[in-house]
């Protein structure tokens, strides 16, 4: 079965200094992954994707994401914090259908 | 182009009432699904549809109904509400995946349901 592991539930980090929310997958074949962010009280917004070429991913609000196929691993990064990435962060996967199977979630909080 | 719509915003129901939350997309997109959002345990899909007249189960589908008669419209019928239904609802829609690969999927600002 697909699955999805987020595996901190919070990460906290300093503006300025460089982010990393970890996810981890289980799929058989070729995975499509998603990151997306929540802000307060809002939906939904995607991020970035990963379907298939270079394993380095650029999306929207400066972040980027490694896909790592021998880790299963799909990590969201970026060089440099804000207090406006606060949010809540998810990762999500699917497999030749439409479905999402997200992750739990990680909240980021950027500290001034 | 007002992308993905969700009405009532916020809802409150007594045990056993039924309700109707309303879900609606412009961007004449073919799939379209419902989620929950519960603490802790992220987003479980609840139903979903490849395009007008076709609907399938998701992860947790017990006690909700849907159908689609319109490729804009999505409603999501609580049948008699419960109080494990509390939670906060989205509505999502995509263009179905190609050959270029998976969409990225649209979501609605979501709907809060307390069930006393």
């Known amino acids: 079965a697909q699955s999805v592991a987020q595996p901190e539930d919070q990460v906290n980090v300093a503006e300025g200094n460089p982010l990393t929310v970890k996810c981890t997958y289980s799929?058989?074949?070729?995975?499509?992954l998603f990151w997306y962010v929540q802000y307060p009280n809002r939906g939904l917004q995607f991020l970035l994707k990963y379907i298939t070429g270079d394993n380095l991913v650029k999306g929207s609000y400066g972040f980027e994401a490694e896909f790592n196929k021998s880790q299963t691993s799909f990590h969201l990064k970026k060089p440099s914090a804000l207090v406006s990435d606060s949010a809540l962060y998810f990762c999500?996967?699917?497999?030749?259908?439409?479905?999402?199977?997200f992750g739990t979630g990680t909240r980021l909080q950027v500290f001034p | 182009n007002a992308g993905v719509t969700q009405t009532p915003k916020f809802q409150v129901l007594k045990t056993g009432q039924s309700m109707t939350l309303q879900c609606a997309q412009d961007?004449?997109?073919?799939?379209m699904s419902w989620y929950r959002q519960d603490p802790g345990m992220g987003l479980r899909l609840i139903h979903y549809s490849v395009g007008a007249g076709i609907t399938d189960q998701g992860e947790v589908p017990n006690g909700y109904n849907v159908s689609r008669s319109t490729t804009e419209d999505f409603p999501l019928r609580l049948l008699s509400a419960a109080p494990s239904q509390t939670s906060v609802y989205f509505c999502?829609?995509?263009?179905?995946?190609?050959?270029?690969?998976?969409?990225?999927?649209?979501f609605g600002p979501g709907t809060r349901l307390t069930v006393l």
């Open positions: 999502a829609s995509s263009t179905p995946t190609g050959t270029s690969g998976s969409n990225e999927q649209f």
């Open positions: 799929v058989s074949g070729n995975p499509y």
């Open positions: 999500a996967v699917n497999y030749n259908t439409d479905k999402l199977i």
């Open positions: 961007m004449n997109h073919e799939y």
